[in-house]
Each structure stands twice: as C-alpha cells, then as structure tokens.
C-alpha cells in the first residue's frame, strides 16, 4: 500500500520561508516523478512543482526563482524549499507520486500553508 506522507507546513510571515517534506513509502523501486499541487479556498488545484527521478524539474510561473524542488531517491522523499513567501502562497499543499509528469497515481493527504502577518 502506497502512502505519502507531509510534513512541514505552518504559518509563517510574508518574506518567510518554508520547507516542506515527503516521505514515500510501499513502493520498492521509487517513482519517476514526485511533486506538489496546491489547493488554496474556492480555486481549482494547481500545479507547484515537480521532480523527475533524472533530475528535470518543472515548476510554475508563479513559483519560479523563490521555490526549490529537490529529492533523495534512495529515501523516496521530496523537498520544497519555499522562500520569499508571499500571501498568495497560502494553500493546502499536496505530495503527488507518478510516472510522468502528466500523469499522478498517488495523493498524500496535504499540508496547510498558511503566509500572513
């Protein structure tokens, strides 16, 4: 049975910055891609960023330059380093498992986000 499970989320003040955690676990030989998708009050879920076990990355416009997607392979987790967080960061934020990045097989259950003075 495979599970994803977060860590990391928090409040923090706007300019703050976070790191978010994911371990996964039930699958022997890994995933090619990990990610995160967040979903913020009365908006769709969207993509944030995504790892390819290779190394290729894919984030979105709005995140790029301030948050850093990174992973450990031999640990099944991923990390995303959020910097210079800003209101509109503010979200639940998911840890997605798959094998490409057009297509997630498994969900963790979420962690809020919260940026505000």
């Known amino acids: 049975q495979v599970q994803l499970v977060e860590s990391g989320g928090g409040l923090v003040q706007p300019g703050g910055s976070l790191r978010l955690s994911c371990a996964a676990s039930?699958?022997?030989?890994?995933?090619?891609?990990m990610g995160w998708y967040r979903q913020a009050p009365g908006r769709q879920r969207e993509l944030v960023a995504a790892i390819h076990n290779g190394g290729r990355t894919n984030y979105a416009d709005s995140v790029k330059g301030r948050f850093t997607i990174s992973r450990d392979s031999a640990k099944n987790t991923v990390y995303l380093q959020m910097n210079s967080l800003k209101p509109e960061d503010t979200a639940v934020y998911y840890c997605n498992a798959g094998p490409t990045f057009f297509q997630v097989d498994y969900w963790g259950q979420g962690t809020q986000v919260t940026v505000s003075s």
């Open positions: 039930g699958r022997a030989f890994g995933f090619n891609v």
